[in-house]
């Protein structure tokens, strides 16, 4: 008699990862600092801990020793569905790899495995299915027609045809966020530097299909990374400027993946530009702000590519500008929860996890939780709304907002947009 197939396989998973899923000693550190687990009310199974040992029993099943003897022993469908929500309710926030005793690279692990069971037909997680086909469409998540992405751009701002310096505006902040847009490309224009844009030939960097397991889907992830390469080197530009965390890391870290092949041109963030700005001496302040604000690490930013101290430079020469450090920062902050496709699936979690960094931010006393990142500040903005509404103290006056919008503001510019 035939052994039957086993529930499971090994597909997108390496063997470094196959010997992480072992190397975990059940030590349960992560669990201590997993935001979503703890947003859910310490939901059963949804710990990073959790997942691991449940997936390497599935191993054991289909590819133990007893599997090899007797044959794998079957996984229900309903189990594998219900281990799919729940490696599908993380942000890929990256903090259970950071406190891990084995040094698990728990981000890429996430992502291996949201890959692995959507290759099965096992995710991913609710409206999460759309972001392949909207971008295929669309190039873009949102629906918008390409020449959408210029109507952002105000008369006054100058945006050359070629140019050494691109700015890569991002699919959230031109066609959702556009006074993100406006700032930066105000504050550019401010400082005399010249730049251009990809304008109708930007396409969305890949981010999100990448997050949620479905860059295989179509090829996509691989086509936008191509596409958006190729359209950047026909600008001539060597150095390519992000003000969005996603876009940047997605173009840091997973472009040269998909294309098989360094970048041809410098990836920057926008805060890290500014403050080499700032230490040349370039930067003529306007206006003060007379403000005391915290800043929050976007996990794109700070531990999936480790720029920490660009964005504190910036603000700490913002004049005006009182910073203040929430008690979890840097390498150890709590994700705002909008990442991992964790906002489009699982909104009420994502929403949760929001108004524990918020109350994190009222215990500094802060005016201004500010971010580097536009899924940050609309998820902290939506944390920060559902505080006021329950009368949390203090959630009634604070105001979340963008690095480049303060900056704007300090240059003594008009800031316009959503």
Aim: with cysteine; hydrophobic share 40%; aromatic share 6%.
């Amino acid at each position: 008699m035939a052994k039957k197939a086993p529930s499971i396989d090994t597909k997108n998973l390496t063997g470094v990862q196959l010997m992480e899923l072992d190397s975990c000693t059940r030590c349960g550190e992560c669990v201590k600092w997993c935001p979503t687990y703890a947003a859910s009310g310490q939901k059963p199974g949804l710990a990073p801990r959790d997942k691991i040992l449940r997936w390497r029993q599935y191993m054991n099943k289909s590819y133990g020793l007893k599997a090899k003897i007797f044959g794998p022993t079957e996984i229900p469908q309903s189990e594998l569905e219900e281990f799919k929500d729940d490696v599908h309710g993380c942000t890929t926030c990256g903090i259970c790899g950071t406190v891990c005793e084995s040094g698990i690279n728990t981000v890429e692990l996430w992502e291996a495995l949201r890959a692995n069971l959507v290759k099965q037909g096992i995710g991913p997680y609710g409206k999460q299915s759309m972001f392949p086909k909207l971008v295929n469409q669309y190039n873009n998540p949102y629906l918008a027609a390409p020449e959408d992405r210029l109507k952002w751009i105000p008369d006054d701002v100058k945006i050359a045809e070629k140019a050494n310096i691109l700015y890569f505006g991002g699919c959230t902040a031109e066609l959702r966020q556009t006074k993100l847009a406006v700032a930066t490309a105000r504050v550019l224009n401010k400082l005399g530097i010249e730049f251009t844009m990809l304008g109708e030939e930007e396409w969305c960097c890949g981010s999100a299909m990448i997050r949620t397991g479905q860059a295989h889907i179509e090829d996509i992830a691989r086509r936008v990374a191509a596409h958006n390469v190729e359209a950047i080197k026909a600008k001539g530009a060597t150095k390519v400027l992000y003000a969005c965390a996603g876009c940047f890391r997605a173009s840091k870290v997973d472009w040269p993946r998909q294309i098989g092949e360094e970048l041809p041109f410098e990836v920057v963030h926008i805060t890290e530009f500014l403050a080499d700005l700032i230490k040349k001496d370039k930067i003529k302040w306007e206006k003060s702000i007379d403000k005391t604000v915290t800043y929050h690490d976007p996990c794109h930013l700070g531990r999936h590519v480790g720029v920490y101290d660009a964005p504190r430079y910036v603000l700490e020469h913002i004049p005006g500008v009182k910073f203040v450090e929430m008690g979890r920062v840097k390498e150890f902050q709590r994700c705002c929860g909008a990442g991992g496709g964790v906002k489009a699936g699982i909104p009420d979690l994502a929403l949760g996890v929001a108004e524990s960094r918020v109350e994190d931010a009222l215990a500094t006393n802060a005016d201004i939780l500010s971010s580097a990142c536009p899924f940050c500040k609309r998820n902290l903005q939506d944390g920060t709304a559902s505080l006021k509404d329950k009368n949390t103290p203090g959630a009634e006056k604070l105001e979340v907002e963008d690095i480049i919008v303060l900056v704007a503001e300090a240059l003594g510019l008009e800031v316009i947009g959503e």
